[in-house]
T-cell receptor
């Protein structure tokens, strides 16, 4: 158990819909990262937050947005969903250096 | 741009034997970290081992060790005394202290009894 929690574990929705993925980092970690893993591919960085502020952006679509709240939990919002958005979405938290990953949310868009 | 390359899509090993997974990287950072993550069928990303680039000594964690060749930008993972539970996808990754991780495409390891 990494100490990072993500909800929900699975999400099935239809094209055009909007969903919210939630992440709670390890106690004391200020940095939260979001990654997307499609099929059996490597992880692609989406966005990073540090202590409530956006720190870096990767290949994140404009339909996607995220935020980190004062209690340091983070949410990733995905809107106008398309079939290609089906993937495993990971959240990771870090004290600096290594990143600890949550169990992921598997999103299926039908 | 930072890149991480894993040239072995699949590897196999006999139980109790040793296997080495390869990884090369390219980065413009002067201070960086390298990692190996394991992803079993459960899809959880599990940190196996980490190496700070400024350290010359190769990292070791029980049966897992790395061969870090900084000049060659090579970072291989050696698994000794392989166990059935080692079967998984293994991802090599690089990043700086406060930055995103760049992942390779992974190596699927099969372990045969």
């Amino acid at each position: 158990d990494s100490g990072v929690t993500q909800t929900p574990k699975h999400l099935i929705t239809a094209t055009g819909q909007r969903v919210t993925l939630r992440c709670s980092p390890r106690s004391g970690d200020l940095s939260v990262y979001w990654y997307q893993q499609s099929l059996d591919q490597g992880l692609q960085f989406l966005i990073q937050y540090y202590n409530g502020e956006e720190r870096a952006k990767g290949n994140i679509l404009e339909r996607f947005s995220a935020q980190q709240f004062p209690d340091l939990h983070s949410e990733l919002n995905l809107s106008s969903l398309e079939l290609g958005d089906s993937a495993l979405y990971f959240c990771a938290s870090s004290p600096g250096g290594e990143q600890f990953f949550g169990p992921g949310t598997r999103l299926t868009v039908l | 741009a930072q890149t991480v390359t894993q040239s072995q899509p699949e590897m196999s090993v006999q139980e109790a034997e040793t296997v080495t997974l390869s990884c090369t990287y390219d980065t413009s950072e002067s201070d960086y970290y390298l990692f190996w993550y394991k992803q079993p069928p459960s899809r959880q990303m599990i940190l196996v081992i980490r190496q700070e680039a400024y350290k010359q000594q190769n990292a070791t964690e029980n049966r897992f060790s790395v061969n870090f060749q900084k000049a060659a930008k090579s970072f291989s993972l050696k698994i000794s005394d392989s166990q059935l539970g080692d079967a998984a996808m293994y991802f090599c990754a690089s990043g700086s202290y406060t930055d995103k991780l760049i992942f390779g495409t992974g190596t699927r390891l099969q372990v045969f009894p």
